[in-house]
């Protein structure tokens, strides 16, 4: 009676084992995928900003993407043909930009 015993639990021991091993090596993936892209994130960040002589502070990239959104907006209003509207947006970007990088 205690062999079959063994066996049974030699049985669930490798299906345990098994599924163990599995969810491991899904786990280990999907860290390698996420390490390496926030890791190339950050240095895509980090080269940015260094390259723009800013900080790398989160306030700091919300600032730099509404400037670039402003200064797109006065590039649409200028190939639109609204002068204008694109002479004042394109200003009110490179104000935004030139405040971030002084």
Do not use: H, K, P, Y
């Not at 345990?16 to 190339?40: D, M, P, Q, Y």
């Not at 590039?75 to 490179?94: E, Y």
């Amino acid at each position: 009676m205690q062999a079959n015993a063994m066996q049974t639990n030699g049985f669930f021991d490798e299906i345990g084992e098994t599924i163990g091993e599995a969810i491991r090596v899904v786990v280990e993936f999907l860290l390698g995928i996420f390490t390496n892209f926030f890791g190339a994130f950050g240095d895509f960040i980090d080269g940015l900003t260094r390259s723009l002589g800013i900080s790398d502070s989160f306030f700091s990239i919300a600032v730099l993407v509404i400037g670039l959104l402003i200064l797109w907006g006065g590039l649409r209003a200028f190939l639109r043909g609204s002068i204008i509207g694109g002479i004042v947006r394109t200003v009110l970007g490179l104000f935004i930009l030139s405040w971030l990088m002084m």
